[in-house]
């Protein structure tokens, strides 16, 4: 997962705060913290995502105080307008590819349930396993995408007035957020794909309690379906317990499918209020 402290928040505006962009930025500081010491499990892609949403939420809010309104109309170069366009229109790109793997991934996950439940598996794990490879591979497609949004140069902004400089600097971090937040997303997604040869090697994460909280809950379950397969298909505890971890990941997979829902309408509205507040002008 890259980090927070991208390369395109080295831009050349003032970095003096302003009374109306407190609230979001301390948003940002709060994630960049909780960011630290995330790892990519479920509950961390979750609380992620409604950390996006939530900072999309403050930043429609600042472009449509008056201030920012009257302060734009002021603004020359709005150069910077389209480079934060383009990076939401692309975003959306990514969020609607995601939000579609995120689903097809839940539909094999509840075809491996229904086919445990009345004992049948084994065509099953091999669709299991094929669309995880896919998954993974497109969600690397996807993290290159992010890493080279992440290292393009943004549009010089030559703006004495600080307010107008605040708000376009909250506007690139929002960008930059969301590349580490999706970024998270695909990490997630890609986990390694689990196989049968070890059947202690998760073992011993799984029944750590500590290592417990910081496992992939895709891994988790994929170990669990190789453990049934391999090593006992007709045995009821290890039917029981893969149940269990498709369950509990099916459960995840709809919260974070939900996370990316509501992202996909954030970016909507946010490019749609930028529109507006420029066009006005």
Known sequence: MASYSANNRSISLPSRSHPATEKIEEEFSKYKTWENSASPIAEAVYNGLLSLGEVHKRMSDLLNLPLTLQALSKCQDKKWVDEILDKFMRFLDICETTRELVSQFKENVKDVLSLLRRRKGDLSITNYTSFRKKMKKDAKNLVTILKKMDHEVVVAVMEADQFISAVIRVL????????????MVLVFLSAPISKPINKWSLVSRLVNKGDQDNVNEIESADFALNNLFKYGCNEVEKIQFAQNRLENL???????EDGLDNIFRCLIRSRSTLLNVVSCQ
């Open 250 to 256: 099916e459960g995840h997979f709809e919260c974070i």
């Open 172 to 183: 690139r971090e929002v960008s930059t957020m969301g590349i580490s937040v999706f970024q």
